[in-house]
């Protein structure tokens, strides 16, 4: 592919931060492929993906793998380049950093003095955000959940009053025990799949977490996925406010004095409070 023409010139020492397509290949930007074409090194997750990538734009380019598991004496090889010369930092796919390794490299090139830098791009959770129709004003990104049930029970619960919308990474084989996990916590909730971005079979399908759960039940899904989470929805909010208020009336009074008081407020079922003013009390 030709490359579009862009003022080049050689670019100054320093760590640059790359992000590269997550699929459709169209989504490199022009100051990803000057950067790339210019760098004096390019340190990548690894070098066969990257070299596939550069193939394809006709770059050709001093390659060093820098993954998770990197010497320190690597990152320290890198950074003493970069302060001579222009490196390139890229994953795999999309935004280093995000999932992906770099973080260890750039917390050190900092505070060695090198010049660090992102050029921006493409990235899955904040594509996912743009087009899943959930509140984007605030959000919270978490990686990849655990495999694990109860590791990944454990981190919902973590973020249950998250009042933000909440963003993971996912795979294809875990995502219905995923969904189902998130069902049995937040049954109201509205939870996104957006799956396979930028690429031919692209599809955001939003629902329950349960619905969603019978649907890939049913059509098992194949390649790379984003998992939202909406906010806590009004039917959680009562729960969390009437446990504050019991523990406040549990202060002044007894379990069943404070079940009726905290019961004339929200009109919530005395029984089911005094049942949880009992529990709170034993904490
Ligand atoms: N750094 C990357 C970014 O900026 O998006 C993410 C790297 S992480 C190792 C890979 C995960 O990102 C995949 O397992 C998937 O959850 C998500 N992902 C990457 N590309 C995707 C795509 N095209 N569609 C949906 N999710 C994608």
Redesign the pocket.
């Given at each position: 592919m030709e490359l579009p023409s862009i003022p080049v010139g050689t670019p100054e020492p320093g760590l640059y931060i790359v992000?590269t397509p997550?699929?459709n290949l169209g989504d490199i930007t022009l100051r990803a492929l000057a950067m790339l074409q210019g760098a004096a090194l390019i340190a990548c997750e690894d070098t066969r993906v990257t070299g596939k990538l550069l193939n394809h734009f006709g770059i050709k380019a001093r390659l060093q793998r820098l993954d998770d598991h990197a010497s320190p004496q690597t990152r320290t090889r890198i950074i003493d380049e970069a302060r001579h010369s222009a490196v390139v930092l890229v994953?795999?796919?999309?935004?280093?950093l995000?999932?992906?390794p770099g973080y260890r490299l750039v917390r050190e090139a900092r505070a060695a003095g090198v010049m660090v830098t992102s050029i921006p791009g493409?990235?899955?959770?904040i594509s996912?955000l743009a087009m899943a129709g959930l509140p984007s004003d605030r959000f919270l990104f978490a990686g990849f959940l655990p495999v694990k049930d109860k590791a990944r029970r454990e981190t919902l619960e973590g973020l249950a009053q998250v009042a933000a919308t909440l963003v993971f990474?996912?795979?294809a084989p875990r995502l219905e025990r995923s969904l189902r996990a998130i069902a049995e916590l937040w049954p109201t909730r509205e939870v996104a799949v957006?799956?396979?971005?930028?690429?031919l079979h692209e599809e955001c399908r939003s629902g329950t977490a349960a619905s969603l759960a019978d649907h890939y039940a049913a059509h098992p899904p194949k390649?790379?996925?984003?998992l939202l989470i909406g906010p806590p929805d009004e039917s959680e909010a009562p729960a969390l406010d009437a446990d504050a208020m019991l523990r406040a009336a549990l202060a002044e009074a007894g379990p069943g004095k404070a079940a009726g008081i905290v019961a004339k407020a929200t009109g919530i079922d005395r029984a089911a409070l005094y049942t949880r003013a009992l529990e709170l009390r034993g904490e």
């Open positions: 992000a997550i699929g994953s795999d796919a999309g935004t280093p995000i999932s992906d493409a990235c899955a959770a996912a990474y996912e795979t957006a799956r396979e971005l930028t690429k390649g790379e996925i984003v």
